[in-house]
């Protein structure tokens, strides 16, 4: 990683993906550097990424060679620091290629996701993560210095593929954009020194299925917890993306709120075809997903309907006391398990088994269907939120999604 120095440049981002470097780079000469991405663990490159011609959104990237003498080069003379080598063709605007006339004007600085570890504090140690370990902490708000109780997910960058990384920083893509009060929200990403970390908020009751388990919910909170969860799918519906992974497990709990959460295999998209050969959550998934291992809003409609039958009995896995194999035949053949529950409404049931657990994609609701049908007999109220998609605006303290409470939904929504 970066020392003190050049950690401390504005223009250094760090781990920062391709995928987010146009968004940088607007016109000719605007540069930054970043740490490749390692084509295997533990090798890593600084790289320059410079903007050459807007007008064709042409960016060049130059790799930051480490001479023998341990100086810095791209080609030409070589420095004692990074820093140095940028500060001398900012300065002289000479070309940093023989090749082609290419010179850096502008340096691009971070933005408000991209977090200072120095910020962050880590203060327990909640668990192992698929890439490495989820923390508690605290993170220093920019505006103001106040702190706020925080989720981190720690990644460990020597021992990780260009894979594993690049789906890290997807998924941290894909939840910059995303404001709501039952979707986790991303306060941002730690690149520039390791560990890698993805700063989250905090629920305070972690995962929902554990806490189903583990405490005594109520037929009304149940319900509760089945509505704002399909806000939240929802809401991410409109926004194009598919989750993928609905489940109790990948959901959180805090402040009495469900939280769409985990969001490692969403994708943006309307439909999404998967690698058959990939290992999934078979218990979960519609039973075209089974056929064709094809991915639509109906089938996160499928699995919402699955989590719902797990929010109901206290976060138990669904199909009891039937074998993986058993559940991917029975459900291509049209088993239902039975939703039934003291005192359950009927419309509830309805919604699951028959709009929700609908054999045919197109005869399923689509969620806002289901958030709908939920209202209507829960009158539990819809949060109003101020939505704004700032995906810059999160560093100031306020709780998201939180303005009022009211029963309307969002103009043109």
């Known amino acids: ?78 420095f004692d620091s990074v820093v140095d080598l940028v500060k001398h063709y900012l300065d002289t605007k000479q070309s940093i290629t023989n090749h082609y006339k290419v010179s850096i004007a502008r340096p691009t600085t971070r933005r408000s996701w991209q977090l200072d570890h120095a910020d962050i504090e880590s203060t327990k140690k909640l668990g192992e993560g698929a890439f490495g370990e989820v923390h508690k902490g605290t993170l220093k708000m920019k505006k103001g210095g106040k702190k706020v109780d925080v989720a981190l997910k720690l990644a460990k960058l020597d021992v990780m593929t260009k894979e594993q990384i690049k789906d890290i920083m997807r998924e941290a893509r894909l939840m910059r954009d995303f404001s709501h009060p039952n979707v986790v929200r991303l306060y941002g990403v730690a690149a520039v020194q390791e560990p ?5 908020e905090l629920a305070s009751n972690g995962a929902l299925d554990s806490y189903l388990q583990k ?39 805090g402040d009495g709120k469900v939280k769409i959460s985990d969001f490692g295999l ?34 996160d409609v499928w699995s919402f309907g699955i989590m719902c039958w797990e929010i109901l009995n206290n976060g138990q896995e669904p199909y009891p006391g039937m074998m993986v194999a058993e559940v991917h035949s029975k459900v291509k053949e049209g088993y239902r398990m039975p939703l039934e529950w003291p005192g359950i409404d009927s419309k509830f049931v ?8 609908a054999e045919s994609p197109n005869e399923r609701f689509s ?10 007999f829960t009158k539990i109220p819809r949060p109003f939120f101020d939505d704004g998609k700032k995906s810059d605006a999160s560093r100031d303290g306020s709780k998201q999604g939180e303005v009022k409470m009211t029963g309307k939904r969002k103009k043109g929504k």
């Open 266 to 299: 969403s994708r943006i998209g309307a439909t999404y075809q998967m690698n058959p050969k990939c290992r999934v959550p078979i218990r979960w998934l519609a039973p075209e997903t089974l056929r064709t291992a094809m991915y639509s809003q109906k089938t």
């Open 350 to 357: 309805n919604i699951i088994m028959n709009r929700c657990w």
């Open 1 to 78: 990683m970066a020392d003190a120095t050049l950690a401390a440049a504005s223009w250094y981002h760090g781990l920062l993906p391709r995928e987010d470097i146009k968004q940088f780079l607007r016109s000719d000469g605007d540069f930054l550097v970043r740490m490749s991405e390692p084509k295997e663990p533990g090798k890593r490159e600084f790289v320059m990424s410079v903007m050459f011609d807007q007008n064709g959104d042409v960016i060049k990237h130059f790799v930051i060679n480490r001479t023998l003498t341990n100086k810095f080069c791209i080609e030409k003379e070589a």
């Open 196 to 200: 890698l970390m993805l700063v989250m």
């Open 367 to 376: 969620m806002a269907d289901v958030s709908k049908g939920f209202e209507a």
């Open 215 to 253: 405490n005594e919910v109520n037929l009304e909170k149940k319900m509760e917890m089945c509505t704002q969860s399909a806000w939240g799918i929802e809401y991410l519906h409109e926004r194009n993306c598919l989750h993928r992974d609905i489940a109790s497990r990948n959901c959180l709990y």
